[in-house]
């Protein structure tokens, strides 16, 4: 993974103060606040509030990960 730099102060701002997600085009992506990036691109979830609401957000229809990457996006060490 790569990082994407944000140095526009307005998109910061809505970035950290609510529940947002990004749209490019027809494609929507989640904004997740993340602890720890490491080479292995698995997220591990540590927070148990978090991860039911990913849980609830990846159960609903979600053409784009099958059931076994949406599992092994959620495992945890």
Known sequence: MKPLKIE???LKKAI???NYYLEVGKRKFM?????EINDSNVYHVTDDEEKKQLL???NEDNPIL???EVTRL???K
């Open 56 to 58: 609830k957000a990846l």
């Open 74 to 76: 959620l495992e945890e």
């Open 31 to 35: 904004l997740l606040e993340v602890e």
């Open 16 to 18: 950290t103060s609510g």
């Open 8 to 10: 526009d102060q307005e």
């Open 66 to 68: 099958s059931n076994e």
